[in-house]
T-cell receptor, first 114, second 110 residues
Framework: ETGVTQTPRHLVMGMTNKKSLKCEQHLGHNAMYWYKQSAKKPLELMFV???????ENNSVPSRFSPECPNSSHLFLHLHTLQPEDSALYLC?????????????FGDGTRLSIL | DQQVKQNSPSLSVQEGRISILNCDYT??????FLWYKKYPAEGPTFLISISSIKDKNEDGRFTVFLNKSAKHLSLHIVPSQPGDSAVYFC?????????FGTGTRLQVFP
């Protein structure tokens, strides 16, 4: 039990589809993160939310659209993705953005774009 | 340009011996370093961290060493156990962002 739950665990979609990734944490954390992990590359930070406000967008293409309705939930809405977007998408949370506490990760969503 | 580098993609160690995983960084402004461990089909799990004001932090079988002048940190696991077999990621904090290395796959064999 990681405390950070991501659904679905696996997703296969076509380039014209629209889907959403969901992340939920019950750790009482206020900062939430989306990362992308591609093969043989380091984890890349995509978005940061702190107290439901987006504080970081790491030059992510607009076909990725995050949503944070409350501190416990984070979504990543996907539309018209490209094959190079196939990757593992990891959600993480932390007590707050400025905390020295480590980030807690979910198990990720493995996304494949056909 | 990678600011955090793990130059060894894999490491194989016999059970009971010491495992040493290395990490180099380029940004002297990093103030906090972490090691994460990742099993297949699971997310990274926090292992141990060290602040830039220290040069060593120990937690059970795990010790992290920081050499700021060399911009180098290492994770020592002793004694190594088969359950330690995983991918280990080094991460450095710059402002409020974590910058990750590409990981080192550790295999501990009996």
């Amino acid at each position: 039990e990681t405390g950070v739950t991501q659904t679905p665990r696996h997703l296969v979609m076509g380039m014209t589809n629209k889907k959403s990734l969901k992340c939920e944490q019950h750790l009482g954390h206020n900062a939430m993160y989306w990362y992308k992990q591609s093969a043989k590359k380091p984890l890349e930070l995509m978005f940061v939310y702190n107290f439901k406000e987006q504080t970081e967008n790491n030059s992510v293409p607009s076909r990725f659209s995050p949503e944070c309705p409350n501190s416990s939930h984070l979504f990543l809405h996907l539309h018209t993705l490209q094959p190079e977007d196939s990757a593992l998408y990891l959600c993480a949370s932390r007590r707050d953005r400025d905390s020295n506490q480590p980030q807690h990760f979910g198990d990720g969503t493995r996304l494949s774009i056909l | 340009d990678q600011q955090v580098k793990q130059n060894s993609p894999s490491l194989s160690v016999q059970e009971g011996r010491i495992s040493i995983l290395n990490c180099d960084y380029t940004n002297s402004m990093f103030d906090y370093f972490l090691w994460y461990k990742k099993y297949p089909a699971e997310g990274p799990t926090f292992l141990i961290s060290i602040s830039s004001i220290k040069d060593k932090n120990e937690d059970g079988r795990f010790t992290v060493f920081l050499n700021k002048s060399a911009k180098h940190l290492s994770l020592h696991i002793v004694p190594s156990q088969p359950g330690d077999s995983a991918v280990y990621f080094c991460a450095a904090r710059g402002t409020d962002k974590l910058i990750f290395g590409t990981g080192t796959r550790l295999q501990v064999f009996p």
